[in-house]
């Protein structure tokens, strides 16, 4: 079992930036691909960026290429999130989650944060 705990959230006007943190439990951290996912209100729960578990290969959503960039510690059993020039549209609760094998699904994923929420005023 790997708990999750996002942090780092806020809110931001159009054209700043956030980064947000998520700390895990367990050690065995650095065996696990790390995701991000995000979901406002009414909408299905979408895929943001990823991280293989050594680091060495990064995913990203279109939506958010050249803007996000994700990272992790394996020291310090936490991933982030850096995300810049922030939209309105970028308005949502903030998941990471945790894989055996990196996806860009959610169904990908064995273990989720609570989320913490995003709003981006413009």
């Known amino acids: 079992q790997v708990q999750l705990v996002e942090s780092g959230g806020g809110l931001v006007q159009a054209g700043g930036s956030l980064r947000l943190s998520c700390a895990a439990s367990r050690r065995t951290f650095s065996r696990y691909d790390m995701g991000w996912f995000r979901q406002a209100p009414g909408k299905e729960r979408e895929f943001v960026a990823a991280m293989s578990w050594s680091g060495g290969n990064t995913y990203y959503a279109d939506s958010v290429e050249g803007r996000f960039t994700i990272s992790r510690d394996n020291a310090k059993n936490t991933v982030y999130l850096q995300m810049n020039s922030l939209k309105p549209d970028d308005t949502a609760v903030y998941y990471c989650?945790?894989?055996?094998?990196?996806?860009?699904?959610?169904?990908?994923?064995?273990?989720w944060g609570q989320g913490t929420q995003v709003t981006v005023s413009s």
């Open positions: 989650a945790a894989a055996e094998s990196t996806g860009r699904v959610p169904w990908s994923y064995n273990y």
